[in-house]
């Protein structure tokens, strides 16, 4: 597998607070993209980085900020969390933006 | 927004018996990648498909790209246990380098 850590793999956060999830990579991957899962829906693209300070909005990125200060190092920070925010998120990375991509263990977010 | 379909969306199959899923897309496509991935695990990236009418086999499984490149298929020979998960496609298309996954395929194998 690739270096790829997230961290927390899990958390219980209430409605309203902030919430930062962070994706580290040691495999100097010039993108980085984070996914959220949910049943029915696949795995849909919330934001992505094609190098540090230069993000990208996805498909669902209403609610969602990120930020990326280092190569190795991609935040997503859910200002003020809602319970539809809860789900699987789940980083990614890969060298160019049409190569295969290489997916974290995920961290699973509950929003109550 | 451009989606890519994918069925169906849960696979029961003894064990043995084949199982196919399927992606289709209304828009030709640049090409598309194949994920697996284990109940409670991450999404695996077992292959990519660029060129149209293209077949690739990986031992039991054997991917297909259609001639028009909107769809594409997934086909595993005498399934294993091994082989339980939920399998993805993602499309790519073309002036929009970023992936559309589809809803994925589960499949459950009876021992």
């Known amino acids: 597998d690739a270096g790829i850590t997230q961290s927390p793999r899990h958390k219980v956060t209430e409605t309203g607070t902030p919430v930062t999830l962070r994706c580290h990579q040691t495999?100097?991957?010039?993108?980085m993209y984070w996914y959220r899962q949910d049943p029915g829906h696949g795995l849909r693209l919330i934001h992505y980085s094609y190098g540090v300070k230069d993000t990208d909005k996805g498909e669902v990125s209403d609610g969602y900020s990120v930020s990326r200060s280092k190569t190795e190092d991609f935040l997503l920070t859910l200002e003020s969390a809602t319970s539809s925010q809860t789900s699987v998120y789940f980083c990614?990375?890969?060298?160019?933006?049409?190569?295969?991509?290489?997916f974290g263990p995920g961290t699973r977010l509950l929003v109550l | 927004g451009q989606q890519v379909m994918q069925i169906p969306q849960y696979q029961h199959v003894q064990e043995g018996e084949d199982f196919t899923t399927y992606c289709n897309s209304s828009t030709t496509l640049s090409n598309i990648q194949w994920y697996k991935q284990r109940p409670g695990g991450h999404p695996v990236f077992l292959i990519q498909?660029?060129?149209?009418?293209e077949v690739k086999k990986q031992k039991r499984l054997t991917f297909q790209f259609g001639e028009a490149k909107k769809n594409s298929s997934l086909h595993i020979t005498a399934t294993q246990t091994t082989d339980v998960g939920t399998y993805f496609c993602a499309a790519r298309y073309f002036g929009n380098e970023k992936l559309t996954f589809g809803t994925g395929t589960r499949l459950t194998i009876i021992p």
């Open positions: 498909l660029v060129k149209s009418g």
């Open positions: 990614a990375i890969s060298r160019g933006n049409d190569e295969t991509q290489y």
């Open positions: 495999e100097n991957h010039r993108y």
